[in-house]
């Protein structure tokens, strides 16, 4: 079983839509909660974090915490074409970073 | 300013054959992480450099993989006798000295093929 779990997808919504995306993890020690973006072709970006339990809001973009249910959301508002990507969520607690699959967004106009 | 580089971008190479991998991190940054990822499977971790030195390699899959740093700057992933199995993209990331583990900026990666 992978300490962190994601689903893959393809998760596909029209513009404008509220996205939900969501990981479970295993291991209690991790502290940070990451969400990478990933275009096509290219490298992963940070795009948010968290440290411990609670909720994060950047813009469109909401991160959520719960650590009794080990649950990692991500949240997009007013979904963009420009916001098709892979999704990664990743937690950590001491120099690595163990990342999930990826889900792959697309977001039609 | 420049970003990660890594070189080539992508590389074809037939099994049993030696690859060398590289990385140009961005200029000043004192970590370095190789990862793999191929469908399915996510990024894998596979070493971080803390300078030239390599405190966590727990990642590299078998021996036939190894790495280095030189300079506390370029580093190379070698996977001596390639299997289609290690047929993935191989991306590096770096960290400026004071930033946190997660604050990794990636290089667009080698596309590996092994045939």
């Known amino acids: 079983q992978k300490e962190v779990e994601q689903d893959p997808g393809p998760l596909s919504v029209p513009e404008g839509a509220i996205v939900s995306l969501n990981c479970t993890y295993s291991?209690?020690?991790?502290?940070?909660f990451m969400w990478y973006r990933q275009y096509s072709r290219k490298g992963p970006e940070l795009l948010m974090y968290?440290?411990?339990?609670g909720n994060k809001e950047d813009g469109r973009f909401t991160a959520q915490v719960d650590k009794s249910s080990k649950y990692i959301s991500l949240f997009i508002r007013d979904s963009q074409p420009s916001d098709s990507a892979t999704y990664l969520c990743?937690?950590?607690?001491?120099?690595?970073?163990?990342f999930g699959t990826g889900t792959k967004l697309q977001v039609i106009p | 300013g420049a970003g990660v580089s890594q070189s080539p971008s992508n590389k074809v190479t037939e099994k049993g054959k030696d690859v060398e991998l590289r990385c140009d991190p961005i200029s000043g940054h004192t970590a370095l992480y190789w990862y793999r990822q191929s469908l399915g499977q996510g990024l894998e971790f596979l070493i971080y450099?803390?300078?030239?030195?390599?405190?966590?390699k727990s990642g590299l899959p078998s021996d036939r993989f190894s790495a280095e740093r030189t300079g506390g700057s370029v580093s190379t992933l070698t996977i001596q006798r390639t299997q289609q199995e290690d047929s993935a993209v191989y991306l590096c990331?770096?960290?400026?000295?004071?930033?946190?583990?997660?604050?990794?900026?990636f290089g667009p990666g080698t596309r590996l093929t092994v045939t």
């Open positions: 968290t440290y411990s339990s």
């Open positions: 450099f803390q300078g030239n030195s390599a405190p966590d």
């Open positions: 990331a770096s960290i400026s000295a004071g930033a946190l583990f997660y604050e990794q900026y």
């Open positions: 291991n209690s020690a991790f502290q940070y």
């Open positions: 990743a937690a950590g607690g001491y120099q690595k970073v163990t």
